[in-house]
């Protein structure tokens, strides 16, 4: 059973603005650009914010160009 991860108000400027969305996430690694579809993470509108849940870090993790080397070298 895991916790809730509910955010309220933005870390970064305070703004109970901020509310959870669906978006894919385009990320850079090493140079490399690559896109995590549907990620749910936390968008505060007034200053950019982007929280990102437990859940959601595995999810870009699954996808990242990192990740994948590592796994490949563990298959090898
Ligand atoms: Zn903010």
């Known amino acids: 059973m895991s916790v809730k991860f509910q955010v309220k108000f933005c870390p970064t400027c305070g703004s109970d ?4 969305v669906v978006r894919d996430v385009t990320r850079t690694y090493k140079g490399q650009t690559y896109t995590v579809p549907k990620v749910g993470f936390y968008d505060c509108p007034i200053c950019g ?3 990102y849940d437990h859940e959601a870090m595995l999810k870009i993790k699954a996808y990242s160009p990192a990740y994948r080397k590592t796994e490949e070298l563990v298959k090898a």
Request: aromatic share 0%; glycine share 0%.
């Open 17 to 20: 603005k901020i509310k959870r």
């Open 49 to 51: 914010e982007k929280v």
